[in-house]
């Protein structure tokens, strides 16, 4: 086994016991990139010769005894990781992609970079996103777009999409994202890979303009979930100067719980209630829950509808677009983004009762997640987790913006197919996507966890315990030949 195809957790276990030094690892991957980079086109910006540096700086540091080093000070101590495009890097050009910032040069990291280097972790190199990281489809004016590793044809999803790519094809073992609608969820889905949303403020986003809202997560994204738990531990480190970071020991959420499969009780949806969802989809899950519940998983129909969270998730997001938009938004050339340019028109067009309605529409559906969750002696379900798809569509060529039909039925905007994941960051609920084998197109197909608010180390203990599961069957986490 070469040193870019370890898991993270063995890769630094190596590192601490003298079996593998952070160079060769780091060197590994940057082989790897160069071998794969050119068919996926995921890696934007390769940092070679400052995480070389950073990995002969960290050899040394061990050679100088284990005393100055420990694995539990310095958890990613010699481990590359990538960096979306979106999350600014010293020294490193962060372009956002957009030819705006196409030799942009940051002076100081992003809180999410800064926790990652202060734990040792080494930033590789940065990774495609769509133009200023909105849609679901990795193209953007600079770089162009970014392909599946299972067929570089087809979309790798987004706007995570660069990072899920590298990390299926064994650029680095670690990626950080970022999630509005759905933009780590997505490209783990469809790239078979992990990638978790946490509760908004479990991981501290230091940049935010603007604050109480369950919108705009940052997060970690990883090839199996005791990876991702790991920089989920490191990106959720205290103090931060981001106002909707609770009190929370990070540490904690590395350790997490082994569970017996069968003494869960998971709620299943295939559509949540009547969200567009293509057939091909619909039996790929039939077959996951078939097969849950054959090993001894209790699945019952999940009592929740959330077909109205797309409209409110539209009306949602005409503030925070105004908010984020509205100081640039007269310097855009009609080439600018054209989702950016939609939404930022469409939002200042929305009356604001229409807005207010939507956030009420918000509560409403929020609590009736939350009681899926809620003891049934409360009046709730009683569920463990709630498990629907990630995505209503298997990949579709990266040339289409979107799928503009799904079953014939014709989709309305770059949002409208996107409801699986929105719904959940319009109640706000922690969201998971697992890998669960190849769907019938021998494309990833993702399985979504989702649970309580503030419960997300419960959440990936119950994912890690599925996964396990799932491993070594048809539906384990499935490997693109070229990451072979």
């Given amino acids: 086994m070469d040193p870019y195809e370890l898991a993270a957790v063995d890769a630094r276990r190596l590192i601490d016991q003298g079996g593998l030094s952070s160079s060769e690892l780091v060197q590994s991957c940057l082989d790897r990139i160069d071998q794969v980079n ?38 990613l101590l010699g481990l590359p990781v990538a960096i979306k495009d979106l999350q600014p890097t010293a020294g490193i050009r962060t372009t956002l992609g957009s030819p ?36 679901a489809n990795t193209v953007n004016p600079l770089f162009g777009a970014t392909g599946n590793p299972f067929d570089p044809e087809l979309s790798c999803g987004g706007s995570s999409g660069g990072s899920a790519v590298a990390l299926a094809s064994g ?59 790991l920089l989920l531990s490191v990106v959720s480190a205290r103090p931060s100067a981001d106002p909707m970071s609770f009190p929370l020991d990070h540490r904690l959420l590395a350790q997490l719980d082994d569970v017996d499969v069968t003494s869960l009780r998971v709620g299943v949806s295939e559509d949540l209630g009547g969200v567009v969802v293509s057939e091909p989809i619909r039996r790929a899950f039939r077959r996951r829950v078939d097969w849950l519940s054959d090993r001894g ?38 080439d600018f983004n054209p989702h950016i340019q939609a939404t930022y028109q469409a939002a200042l067009a929305t009356p604001v009762i229409e807005i207010a309605r939507a956030r009420r529409r918000q509560v409403e559906l929020q609590r009736s997640v939350a009681a899926l969750f809620t003891d049934p002696l409360d009046g709730g379900a009683g569920v463990d987790l709630l498990i629907c798809p990630t ?22 905007n770059y949002m409208a197919w996107l409801a699986l994941t929105s719904a959940f960051s319009v109640v706000g609920h922690p969201a998971t996507a697992l890998p669960a084998g190849l769907d019938e197109f021998d494309m990833p197909f993702g399985l979504q966890l989702i649970g309580p608010l503030f419960g997300d180390r419960r959440q990936l203990s119950m994912a890690r315990s599925l996964e396990q599961a799932m491993d070594s069957t048809e539906f384990t986490r499935p490997v693109p030949s070229l990451a072979i």
């Fill in 38 to 75: 050119p068919t996926v086109n995921a890696m934007i910006t390769v940092a070679a010769e400052q995480a070389l540096a950073a990995a002969s700086a960290t050899d040394a540091r061990l050679a100088a005894g284990p005393s100055t080093a420990s694995s539990g000070e310095l958890p």
């Fill in 100 to 135: 705006q910032f196409a030799e942009h040069v940051p002076e100081a990291d992003s809180g999410i970079v800064a926790r990652i280097r202060r734990a040792g972790g080494i930033v590789i190199g940065k990774t495609n996103i769509p133009e200023r990281s909105i849609g």
């Fill in 171 to 229: 650029m680095a073992p670690l990626a950080t994202g970022s999630d509005h609608g759905g933009s780590i969820r997505i490209p783990a889905a469809f790239c078979g890979v992990v990638g978790h949303r946490a509760t908004p403020g479990t991981v501290p986003f230091d940049e935010r303009a603007m604050t109480q809202t369950f919108y705009s997560v940052q997060g970690p994204m990883a090839r199996t979930v005791d990876d991702l738990v």
């Fill in 297 to 334: 998983v209790e699945c019952v129909a999940a009592e929740v509808d959330l077909t109205d969270a797309v409209e409110v998730d539209w009306r949602v997001r005409s503030d925070i677009f105004a908010t984020y938009y509205a100081a640039e938004a007269e310097t855009w050339g009609s």
């Fill in 391 to 412: 995505v209503s569509v298997s990949p579709f060529p990266w040339a289409d913006d979107y799928p503009k039909s799904i079953d014939g039925q014709p989709v309305e």
